[in-house]
Structure formats: structure tokens, C-alpha cells
């Protein structure tokens, strides 16, 4: 089984060298259901879904760039409502959550989770376990592939590298 860190590397290399390349997204026609961290969790263990937790603050700009150009990209958001709930997380807020059966703030629970810059981007199986996180912007085009990776549990048999090519993605030599 690979590692988390062997994931989150291959992610975080691959976003980098692809983010630069342009590409369309369509506006999507209906809003993403978000959820608190709380009633996410609830609905992700009852759907045996993942959680996808969008880390943010209020004054981040590419926060905000995330929010208007990749949520809103149609195929990013089937990718998003077909393999997981979406949680929103102020990572300077005191607003309280529940995790592991103790109380934290959203402030603590993002620290706890190795969170240093924003966005950041969670991946939680359906029991708030941490599958992996991936920082920064990502454009569209490369999110829905790494939403894909790990919502399809993609992830539990192949690399990133070997998943973009069987999904006919240039790679980045």
C-alpha cells in the first residue's frame, strides 16, 4: 500500500507542472451543496462517502479563485456529488466541530490536520479518516482528476502518473 506522503507528493508535483496549461471551464447550471463539518461527517458515514473538506479563510484570494472557477466547473462538480460530501472549513474560526469524539475548533481540527497554507484541500474516507490533502490552487481541469483518483479509491491500486495515462492526460516529462 503506498504511502499518504508518496500520494500527496505525486499530487502536489503533478498539479504543479500541469496548473500552468490553459484550459475552459463551463459554468455549472446548480450550486454545490456544502455542509458543516458535523452534519458532513453524519451524511458522509450514512452515504459511505468521502469527505472532501475545502479548508479556507476569509481573506484568501485564491480561496476565492477556487470557489469561482473550479466549483463551479460541471465536470469537477459531477465528479464532486457522485463520490463525496463537500465540507467548508474556516480555518480561522472558533465555529466548534466534532472529530474523534472530541470538541475543537474549526482553527484546531485544520491545524490537526498539518493545514499551513490556504486552500487546502482534505480528503477523508467515509469515517473522517485522512486519506491525504493537497494545498493550494488547482485548476479545474487537474482537480477533477485528482478528485477522480481518489474518489474512484484509484488511489488504493495504481499511482497518479498510471491513472493520468489510462485517462489519456499528457504527462509532464
Known amino acids: 500500500m503506498r504511502s499518504l506522503l508518496t500520494i500527496l507528493a505525486t499530487i502536489s508535483v503533478y498539479v504543479f507542472l500541469l496548473g500552468c496549461q490553459g484550459g ?5 447550471t ?3 451543496s456544502w455542509k458543516s463539518f458535523d452534519e ?3 451524511l458522509a458515514r450514512a452515504e459511505h462517502k468521502k ?3 475545502d479548508v479556507y479563510t476569509d481573506w484568501c484570494t485564491w480561496c476565492k479563485k477556487m470557489d469561482r472557477e473550479v466549483y463551479t466547473d460541471e465536470k469537477v462538480a459531477g465528479a464532486l456529488t457522485t463520490n463525496y460530501v ?3 472549513l474556516n480555518a480561522e474560526s472558533a465555529k466548534q466541530l466534532t472529530y474523534n469524539g472530541r470538541t475543537v475548533t474549526e482553527t484546531q481540527f485544520a491545524r490537526a490536520m498539518g493545514v499551513t497554507g490556504y486552500p487546502t484541500t482534505l480528503f477523508l474516507d467515509s469515517d473522517a479518516k485522512p486519506i491525504t490533502k493537497v494545498a493550494g490552487f488547482i485548476p479545474g481541469k487537474d482537480f477533477v482528476n485528482i478528485v477522480r483518483f481518489i474518489g474512484e479509491d484509484q488511489y488504493k491500486t495504481t499511482t497518479y502518473q498510471d491513472f493520468l495515462s489510462k485517462q489519456g492526460t499528457s504527462k509532464v516529462e
Open 40 to 42: 458532513g461527517a453524519t
Open 86 to 88: 463537500l465540507v467548508k
Open 24 to 28: 475552459e471551464s463551463k459554468p455549472l
Open 51 to 53: 469527505l472532501l473538506v
Open 30 to 32: 446548480t450550486e454545490l
